[in-house]
């Protein structure tokens, strides 16, 4: 992003105060050493996981010069969504959004501006790229002191 | 690097935008200390006089002293001037007339504050951030220092805090409590306030996340060890710096290493685990290592290079009695013939600089006059060329009289690399002298050689 369209860090960190929604780790979500949950966490991961679904899908669209890319990241997103799922005890509780929320959310996020339209994308990946560094350092945390596989 | 060019505005934009926000951001006061009464300042140099306002007295009835050097009595005279200020002028002054105290005045001999340029940094996230800025001067007793820190697009109040002196390392600190919870990624401002009698200076505003000022401490025993049996490979290992705690969060490393008489280091990165094998090595060679630390995903800066460690790889003992080196061990040692083996002493090699190394370089071992290397370089090659051809007719000539011995004498156990067949023993073989060529040939990338550690060819001489 920041090569191909000069929208960096710090450049444009002053519209940060956006109202995409985009998943977040949070202390109270048991993902941190403090307070660290197992059911908790791998339930609020595979959740936000679910969620980046569509927001990456739109990515897709737009930031098309690096299509192949985004696509495997949607399928591999998926693809761990799916497993860290049959990880949490009780995987109903795993929030998957259903195809009308996804429709409407993949509408709410087009614009006909180019301007908005990479923040948006900026932004996305910016907070996935937040997401799955807190979900790395979960999972790694798991596979040390627990021993199950992965 | 490049960048397509794209329409003008958005470049524009964000500075726009950034200026509108900086300039939206309210400044916080920083007023300097106020002086207390009956107080004079006097900036060093300056001339200063100070007045006893004994009205109506005589003037040789009024003298004046300095508390911190009782007993010596300065001018008479209700006005006592003081030219060219100094820092130890400062002090209590009291007049008295005719043994009665009439005022003390007390005189601060300093200069306004020097703005701080504030760094913060913190060494893992379990650490507070500390903010720090150093000075050119010991600061003039009574500054005072703060920092204030808030969450940046909210309309929190900011916490204070106090900043102390370090005489030691002349930098002024703040320790900032890191409360539970902020996200790591969201913007701070952090503002900073120096004052004292003279004036006082505002830092500029500071905007941090608590993921970019990380910056660990270096890693700790750094060890680097021989492998035996493996005269190219040299094994690192290190520990992380005790201020990380890797239960949780994990740090990537960057390990640098050069042999002694070489100036630059071959640098690897990407290293997650906390040891690495140095598969090129120069054999028999001590080796300088370091290494630093980074959180594992970029943020924050590299910390510091760690101490240098030391170690040399595993020699032969038996390569040490008789000639070491790569290239006459190709030959069964009752073959290598003193001359030959003579001619090829890997350190040489190794010490080649990268165009006489690509055409035969290695008759420029012996005198490094550098004089007219191309000439030089010519002949030696050729003598060289000359030379292997040689040699190798002989060894042909006795191999095919010993009907075939030694099979594969000579395994590569010596490194990682397996050394490129340069000679296989295939007495049969009509063309068996043909591969004795390269040696001479200087091979572009003989076995043992990293093509990507340039240190085999500029190195220190």
């Known amino acids: 992003m920041c090569e191909k369209f000069t929208v960096c860090e710090n450049s444009m960190e002053m519209l940060v105060q956006n109202n995409l929604n985009l998943p977040k780790v949070t202390e109270e979500d048991g993902c941190l050493l403090s307070g660290f949950n197992e059911e908790k966490c791998l339930r609020k991961i595979s959740s936000g996981l679910f969620t980046f679904q569509t927001y990456l899908e739109y990515v897709q669209e737009t930031f098309t010069s690096e299509r192949q890319k985004v696509e495997s990241l949607c399928y591999s997103t998926k693809h761990l969504a799916t497993t860290i799922r049959q990880m949490v005890i009780n995987p109903d509780e795993v929030i998957i959004p259903d195809s009308a929320t996804q429709k409407s959310l993949l509408a709410k996020l087009k614009s006909d501006k180019t301007w908005i339209e990479k923040i948006t994308t900026h932004l996305i990946?910016?907070?996935?790229?937040?997401?799955?560094?807190k979900t790395v350092r979960a999972v790694r945390y798991l596979k040390n002191t627990?021993?199950?596989?992965v | 690097m490049a960048r397509p060019p794209g329409p003008p505005l958005?470049?524009?934009?964000?500075?726009?935008?950034?200026?509108?926000a900086a300039a939206a951001l309210p400044r916080r006061p920083c007023a300097p200390a106020g002086l207390p009464p009956d107080t004079v300042l006097g900036r060093p140099g300056a001339n200063v006089t100070l007045s006893c306002r004994g009205e109506?007295?005589?003037?040789?009835?009024?003298s004046w002293e300095l508390e911190t050097r009782r007993g010596r009595r300065l001018a008479q005279g209700d006005a006592l001037p003081l030219r060219g200020l100094q820092r130890d002028d400062a002090g209590r002054y009291s007049c008295r007339?005719?043994?009665?105290?009439?005022?003390?005045?007390?005189?601060?001999?300093?200069?306004?504050?020097?703005?701080?340029r504030v760094s913060c940094y913190r060494r893992s996230h379990d650490r507070d951030v500390l903010c720090e800025w150093p000075l050119r001067q010991k600061p003039a007793p009574g500054t005072q220092a703060t920092l204030w820190v808030k969450r940046r697009f909210t309309a929190e109040?900011?916490?204070?805090?106090?900043c102390r002196y370090f005489s030691k390392?002349?930098?002024?600190?703040?320790?900032l409590k890191v409360p539970p919870g902020v996200d790591d990624n969201k913007p701070l401002v952090v503002s900073t306030c120096v004052r004292n009698g003279a004036g006082s200076a505002a830092g500029e505003d500071k905007i941090i996340t608590l993921s970019g000022v990380l910056k660990p401490d270096p890693p700790l025993n750094v060890t680097v060890r021989a492998l035996e049996r493996w005269p190219q490979r040299l094994r690192v290992a290190w520990a992380y710096p005790s201020s990380w705690d890797p239960r949780f969060y994990w740090l990537r490393f960057q390990v640098r290493y050069r042999p002694e008489p070489a100036r630059t280091f071959t640098e690897v990165d990407q290293v997650t685990q906390t040891s690495l094998d140095i598969a090129d090595a120069w054999r028999g060679t001590r080796h300088v290592v370091q290494v630093r630390a980074q959180e594992e995903f970029g943020h924050g800066a590299w910390s510091e290079w760690s101490r240098e460690a030391v170690g040399t790889p595993w020699t032969d003992p038996r390569d040490l009695a008789s000639e070491p080196g790569p290239f006459s061990s190709q030959f069964p040692a009752e073959d290598g013939t003193d001359g030959y083996g003579a001619t090829l002493p890997?350190?040489?090699?190794?010490?080649e600089p990268a165009e006489e190394a690509a055409d035969g370089g290695l008759a420029e071992a012996g005198g490094r006059s550098g004089a007219a290397p191309y000439t030089f370089l010519m002949a030696g090659g050729s003598l060289l060329l000359g030379i292997a051809l040689f040699v190798g007719i002989v060894v042909r000539y006795r191999r095919t009289r010993r009907a075939g011995g030694r099979r594969g004498a000579k395994a590569d156990g010596a490194g990682q690399h397996a050394l490129v067949p340069l000679a296989p023993p295939s007495p049969g073989s009509p063309l068996s002298e043909t591969p004795l060529l390269p040696p001479a040939a200087a091979p572009p990338a003989p076995g043992p050689f990293h093509v990507t550690n340039l240190d085999y060819f500029f190195s220190g001489k």
């Not at chain 2, 109506?56 to 009024?62: E, F, I, K, P, S």
């Open chain 2, 97 to 116: 007339a005719g043994g009665r105290p009439l005022r003390t005045l007390r005189l601060l001999v300093q200069d306004p504050p020097e703005v701080p």
């Open chain 2, 346 to 351: 890997p350190e040489l090699f190794g010490a």
């Open chain 2, 169 to 175: 390392v002349q930098k002024f600190v703040c320790r």
């Open chain 2, 157 to 162: 109040n900011a916490t204070e805090q106090q």
């Open chain 1, 125 to 133: 990946l910016r907070d996935f790229t937040s997401f799955m560094e």
């Open chain 2, 10 to 20: 958005p470049r524009l934009l964000p500075a726009l935008l950034l200026a509108a």
């Open chain 2, 56 to 62: 109506g007295l005589a003037n040789d009835t009024v």
């Open chain 1, 146 to 149: 627990r021993s199950f596989s």
